[in-house]
């Protein structure tokens, strides 16, 4: 079978720090995306990582470890609008991604 | 990045009806996708959009309830057909950019079936 584990719900404050862990179970594997999705909207790419190691944007960096099927998404500097819902998804064969529960994540003043 | 339209944005329909999705890209593409995010859910593949040949659909979705067209590299449709309100979610197109490595979501069509 094919499984992603996340946690259902994150709560931080603003300016804080959070990370977000993905861990999955996946008969095939590219890679491991993150996407953001405000309540009504589509989800918006946040990053990808198709090998170990630490990837930066901004206040955003998504980690991958392959050996432990296991990734994270770390948010710094948290503002009110990161409070959205955000979803790890493993790349598999032929580009489709199959995406975990997602976290929803909410900021408090 | 790739641009992508959807139409419709929302609808409202009667059980038993049909509706068709279209998803426009302001660029060729090679592959493009169908997903379903369902009320409070996470998003579900329902297939991949071949061009010039029939989707590729994954299980639990079948070709006679989720038609998919791809007659061009830029544009699809999904119909979702003989409705019920369990088909009542969110219907998004998605394509990859393969060289940046990214996958895009179109706006999405939210659907609610009475």
């Known amino acids: 079978g094919q499984s992603l584990e996340q946690p259902s719900e994150v709560t931080a404050v603003e300016g804080a720090i959070v990370q977000i862990n993905c861990t999955y179970q996946?008969?095939?594997?590219?890679?491991l995306s993150w996407y953001q999705q405000h309540d009504g909207g589509a989800p918006t790419f946040l990053s990808y990582n198709a090998l170990d190691g630490l990837e930066e944007t901004g206040r955003f960096s998504s980690f991958l470890s392959r050996s432990d099927s296991y990734g994270y998404l770390l948010l710094q500097e948290l503002q009110m609008k990161d409070s959205a819902s955000y979803f790890c998804a493993v790349r598999s064969g032929g580009g489709k991604l199959i995406f975990g529960q997602g976290t929803e994540l909410s900021v408090k003043p | 990045s790739a641009v992508i339209s959807q139409k419709p944005s929302r609808d409202i329909c009667q059980r038993g009806t049909s509706l068709t999705i279209q998803c426009q890209v302001d660029s060729q593409v090679t592959m493009m996708f169908w997903y379903r995010q369902q009320p409070g859910q996470s998003l579900t593949l329902i297939a991949t959009?071949?061009?010039?040949?029939?989707?590729?659909?994954e299980s639990g979705f079948v070709i006679d309830k989720f038609p998919i067209s791809r007659p061009n590299l830029t544009f699809s449709t999904l119909t979702v057909s003989n409705m019920s309100p369990e088909d009542s979610s969110i219907y998004l197109c998605?394509?990859?950019?393969?060289?940046?490595?990214?996958?895009?979501f179109g706006p999405g069509t939210r659907l609610t079936v009475l």
């Open positions: 998605s394509v990859v950019e393969v060289d940046l490595g990214e996958q895009f």
């Open positions: 959009a071949n061009q010039g040949s029939e989707a590729t659909y």
């Open positions: 996946t008969s095939g594997f590219y890679g």
